[in-house]
Nanobody, 119 residues
């Protein structure tokens, strides 16, 4: 059974940076696509960034140029470097693993980590 555990969230001022981590129990190498999603109160869960096992990435337009996703298969860890954070980035951030770029019922999800951007 694969489990995903996120960490690295917290409170940061606008313009600041955070790095999220997602540790995968089991082999990250066997998961084709890993991604970060976020959900703010009253909103649907949305894609932030995804990365395939080969390193192909996809980003939401709202985070392009500010966020960077990376995966370290040797460490079974997924990362999200978030720079130039804005108040609208405030949300619970979830780690996802799956065999497709598209969300499906067979995906693995973490429990989420809260990111709050506020002065």
């Amino acid at each position: 059974q694969v489990q995903l555990v996120e960490s690295g969230g917290g409170l940061v001022q606008p313009g600041g940076s955070l790095r999220l981590s997602c540790v995968v129990s089991g082999s990250l190498f066997s998961i084709y696509v890993m991604g970060w999603y976020r959900q703010a109160p009253g909103n649907k869960r949305e894609l932030v960034a995804s990365i395939s096992i080969g390193g192909t990435t996809d980003y939401a337009d709202s985070v392009k140029g500010r966020f960077a996703i990376a995966r370290d298969n040797a460490k079974n860890t997924l990362y999200l470097q978030m720079n130039s954070l804005k108040p609208e980035d405030t949300a619970v951030y979830y780690c996802r693993g799956g065999n497709s770029w598209y969300v499906s019922a067979d995906d693995y999800w973490g429990q989420g980590t809260q990111v709050t951007v506020s002065s």
